[in-house]
T-cell receptor, first 114, second 112 residues
């Protein structure tokens, strides 16, 4: 079965330190990969996506993500965390054949400590 | 340009009651989706539509119906609400399946 895993329910990081939110997937072929962020009582907002090309994708608010095909991972990163980055982060995968459906991970809550 | 809007924002239902959630988008998107979000389970797709007049089942369609009579609107219906349908419901739209999904602000539904 196709799946997306976000192994950490919560990630704590000190303000100013680098952060990583992990995502791995089990989807055949070359899927499209996305990161979304959700602030309290809000809908999901797009951060970045990988379709093809350079393995390092840059997105909104200083975030970037690294695609690793051999490890089927798409980890979200930021060099220097801000308290305002505290939110719920979702990884999503869109298979490129057989379905129009996106598969979302269960989410990782990021807490940036001042 | 309002993006994706959802009505209502919050609703309390008694078991067995019915209601309709409305999603509207003004971006001329072909694809629209309804998700539910439950703690620890991420987003699960209920139904989706690939164009006006078409709908299809997602991952958790039981107990829900949808209609897409106009391109800009996607309605989610609960014919007989159950406590298991207590959740936060999100609508999303996209221009194509390769493109980013844009999400509405959500509807919080409590079924007693």
């Amino acid at each position: 079965a196709q799946s997306v895993a976000q192994p950490e329910d919560q990630v704590n990081v000190a303000e100013g330190n680098p952060l990583t939110v992990k995502c791995t997937y089990s989807v055949s072929g070359n899927p499209y990969l996305f990161w979304y962020v959700q602030y309290p009582n809000r809908g999901l907002q797009f951060l970045l996506k990988y379709i093809t090309g350079d393995n390092l994708v840059k997105g909104s608010y200083g975030f970037e993500a690294e695609f690793n095909k051999s490890q089927t991972s798409f980890h979200l990163k930021k060099p220097s965390a801000l308290v305002s980055d505290s939110a719920l982060y979702f990884c999503a995968v869109r298979p490129t054949s057989g379905t129009y459906k996106y598969i979302f991970g269960t989410g990782t809550r990021l807490k940036v400590l001042a | 340009n309002a993006g994706v809007t959802q009505t209502p924002k919050f609703r309390v239902l008694k078991t067995g009651q019915s209601m309709t959630l409305l999603c509207a988008q003004d971006m001329n998107h072909e694809y629209m989706y309804w998700y539910r979000q439950d703690p620890g389970m991420g987003l699960r797709l209920i139904h989706y539509s690939v164009g006006e007049g078409t709908t299809a089942k997602g991952e958790v369609p039981d107990g829900y119906n949808v209609s897409r009579l106009k391109k800009q609107n996607f309605l989610l219906g609960l014919e007989s609400a159950a406590p298991s349908q207590t959740s936060v419901y999100f609508c999303a739209s996209s221009y194509s399946t390769q493109e980013t999904q844009y999400f509405g602000p959500g509807t919080r539904l409590l079924v007693l």
